[in-house]
């Protein structure tokens, strides 16, 4: 395949297909992907106990010992008593098995973690201050992550990103020049396309058009819902399934992760879509940064038939 251009399916954002790029020398040490291991975690019982303040905790029925705990970040950037940066940060810790990864738990406490989403973000909607949650979850230090036990974030705040404020006009525009949602729109085009990875009759999941990334997938609802809080049991299995396959394949490849889903508040006009971008080597660089475009030397193509296999 020989370079070229795509653009995004709606958005004003371009990518560069360019395999070439993977084919040229490197001499500079790869980083660790992973955090080191650590003598006493403060995510593992009984020192999650001091961790942070708790808000919300699902136990197992039987042994009555905690699963997933949602705690109040001891590090944040927003405060509710910070009008300045008014919002809320938290941390949900998935399990407390400190090796254990996400992809390795048991699908049904997938599904747990993903209603805690649910419910946590019902909860921080009905602060008439919000206008915006994201979840994003950081898995290996080339993520970002600092803490190796397995745990993401919730991150609500009094404004939106000026990216995701880009976003929100630009599927505005489309919708009135389409009369159509951009997102049902993609669902649609992708469905039978040979970047299609997965689907069932709740979601499907993807490879996009324009990734920015090597081994980029997307995990879309195929029922149009603007949060997570609206998802219904059967459609949160089709999300752990499927996130859980793909994870699986990241995870065979040694490669950092990020996930994440943002959610505008009292906006019907969003598609909730939970994206998931590998963090293969140095993603980010001098074209990235100073000019705002990306060249993937994977296209989504090739990037579908890894899942697939």
Same mark, same amino acid.
């Not at 790869?30 to 006493?40: G, S, T, Y």
């Not at 808000?55 to 029925?61: D, F, R, S, W």
């Not at 499927?242 to 992760?257: E, V």
């Given at each position: 395949?020989?370079?070229?251009?795509?653009?995004?399916?709606?958005?004003?954002?371009?990518?560069?297909?360019?395999?070439?790029?993977?084919?040229?020398?490197?001499?500079?040490?790869?980083?660790?992907?992973?955090?080191?291991?650590?003598?006493?975690?403060?995510?593992?019982?009984?020192?999650?106990?001091?961790?942070?303040?708790?808000?919300?905790?699902?136990?197992?029925?039987?042994?009555?010992?905690?699963?997933?705990?949602?705690?109040?970040?001891?590090?944040?950037?927003?405060?509710?008593?910070?009008?300045?940066?008014?919002?809320?940060? $938290?941390?949900?810790?998935? +399990?407390?098995? &400190?090796?254990?990864?996400?992809?390795? @738990?048991?699908?049904?406490?997938? #599904?747990? *973690?993903?209603?805690?989403?649910?419910?946590?973000?019902?909860?921080?909607?009905?602060?008439?201050?919000?206008?915006?949650?994201?979840?994003?979850?950081?898995?290996?230090?080339?993520?970002?992550?600092?803490?190796?036990?397995?745990?993401?974030?919730?991150?609500?705040?009094?404004?939106?990103?000026?990216?995701?404020?880009?976003?929100?006009?630009?599927?505005?525009?489309?919708?009135?020049?389409?009369?159509?949602?951009?997102?049902?729109?993609?669902?649609?085009?992708?469905?039978?396309?040979?970047?299609?990875?997965?689907?069932?009759?709740?979601?499907?999941?993807?490879?996009?058009?324009?990734?920015?990334?090597?081994? $980029?997938?997307?995990?879309? +609802?195929?029922? &149009?819902?603007?949060?997570?809080?609206? @998802?219904?049991?059967?459609?949160? #299995?089709? *999300?752990?399934?499927?996130?859980?396959?793909?994870?699986?394949?990241?995870?065979?490849?040694?490669?950092?992760?990020?996930?994440?889903?943002?959610?505008?508040?009292?906006?019907?006009?969003?598609?909730?879509?939970?994206?998931?971008?590998?963090?293969?080597?140095?993603?980010?660089?001098?074209?990235?940064?100073?000019?705002?475009?990306?060249?993937?030397?994977?296209?989504?193509?090739?990037?579908?038939?890894?899942?697939?296999?």
């Amino acid at each position: 395949m020989k370079s070229h251009l795509r653009q995004d399916y709606f958005l004003d954002r371009y990518v560069i297909i360019s395999p070439n790029v993977s084919k040229r020398p490197h001499d500079c040490p790869k980083p660790v992907q992973v955090c080191a291991p650590v003598k006493a975690c403060v995510f593992c019982p009984p020192a999650d106990k001091s961790a942070g303040r708790e808000i919300l905790t699902v136990k197992n029925a039987k042994s009555k010992s905690w699963q997933i705990k949602v705690i109040a970040n001891k590090f944040p950037a927003l405060s509710p008593k910070n009008k300045n940066a008014y919002g809320y940060q $938290e941390v949900v810790i998935e +399990s407390p098995q &400190h090796e254990i990864d996400l992809a390795d @738990l048991p699908l049904g406490h997938i #599904v747990k *973690l993903f209603e805690v989403y649910a419910e946590r973000t019902k909860k921080l909607s009905q602060d008439k201050k919000i206008s915006y949650i994201e979840i994003f979850k950081n898995k290996g230090r080339e993520a970002g992550a600092s803490l190796a036990h397995s745990h993401s974030q919730i991150f609500a705040s009094q404004f939106l990103t000026p990216m995701v404020k880009s976003e929100t006009e630009q599927a505005v525009k489309y919708r009135l020049e389409h009369d159509s949602c951009p997102y049902c729109d993609i669902v649609k085009k992708e469905k039978n396309s040979q970047r299609l990875v997965w689907q069932d009759n709740n979601f499907m999941a993807f490879c996009p058009w324009a990734s920015q990334h090597p081994y $980029e997938i997307w995990l879309m +609802s195929k029922r &149009h819902i603007d949060n997570i809080g609206l @998802l219904k049991k059967t459609e949160l #299995v089709s *999300l752990a399934t499927m996130l859980k396959k793909a994870l699986t394949k990241i995870n065979s490849l040694g490669l950092a992760y990020n996930y994440f889903f943002h959610q505008i508040i009292r906006d019907p006009d969003q598609h909730f879509c939970l994206k998931i971008v590998p963090r293969q080597g140095p993603w980010v660089a001098g074209m990235e940064i100073g000019f705002g475009l990306y060249i993937n030397s994977l296209s989504p193509e090739e990037a579908t038939k890894f899942y697939k296999k």
